[in-house]
């Protein structure tokens, strides 16, 4: 007996839903994986959001190996809009309403996203989409605080990682209250930009963190 040898066209016509499968479940994990991480932070379980997906944990690891792989795949669109919004901060014709503008911003998505705030402090490969854009973001974050300082309009003895630790401390101060009081945190952040003025400022005792010490401080809260 012969056996039927299936022709080229008909293993493509086949192989092609089934990439078409492949794509969709890849999709559905991400969007899944987006969820989850903006309700719960990175630390979401896999397993949940390969239910939320609605495959298999095998299916998910198949296309995400690692929790980090998926982290960069469902995050990336996020971190490059916020390099986006720190672009536009620097073409303000004012450096100080730019980096209001930008400073605003990064807090609104600390305060509605969790996996966004646990992003800016999560180490990922060097060389991985995500982390190049987050670092090109902290170039251009360092640029809005030079043009700003040398404007004479933002003290001249605040770094970015100040700014990065203020920033957070007034997002995570509010957490609580999240539920009841969602926007709370821009009276606080408004409090903390006023402070930031050059014509207010007095001396800071102490020296400044540096950004190793920021990331750490911001993990372990």
């Known amino acids: 007996m012969v056996e039927k040898v299936a022709s080229t066209g008909e293993a493509a016509a086949g192989a092609r839903p089934r990439r078409r499968d492949a794509r969709d479940n890849r999709d559905k994990i991400a969007a899944a994986a987006r969820r989850r991480f903006t309700a719960e932070g990175l630390d979401a379980s896999l397993n949940q959001i390969a239910r939320d997906a609605g495959v298999s944990i095998g299916t998910l690891y198949n296309h ?6 998926l982290i960069g795949d469902a995050l990336l669109d996020l971190v490059v809009e916020s390099g986006r919004s720190a672009e536009d901060a620097l073409r303000a014709d004012d450096p100080w309403t730019g980096l209001v503008d930008h400073l605003t911003k990064l807090a609104q998505w600390q305060a509605s996203d969790r996996g966004f705030t646990d992003i800016c402090v999560y180490s ?40 990065g630790l203020l920033l957070w401390s007034v997002v995570r101060a509010t ?47």
């Open 124 to 163: 990922l490969p060097a060389d991985s989409p995500i982390e190049v854009a987050k670092q090109q973001g902290h170039t251009l974050f360092q640029r809005l605080v030079t043009r700003a300082q040398e404007a004479g309009q933002l003290r001249s003895d605040i770094t970015e990682a100040d700014l």
């Open 175 to 221: 957490d609580g209250v999240r539920e009841v009081a969602p926007e709370v945190w821009r009276r606080h952040l408004t409090v903390l930009l006023d402070g930031l003025r050059a014509e207010a400022a007095h001396p800071l005792p102490g020296r400044a963190l540096d950004p190793e010490q920021v990331r750490a401080a911001m993990t372990l809260g």
């Open 64 to 69: 995400f190996p690692t929790r980090e792989a």
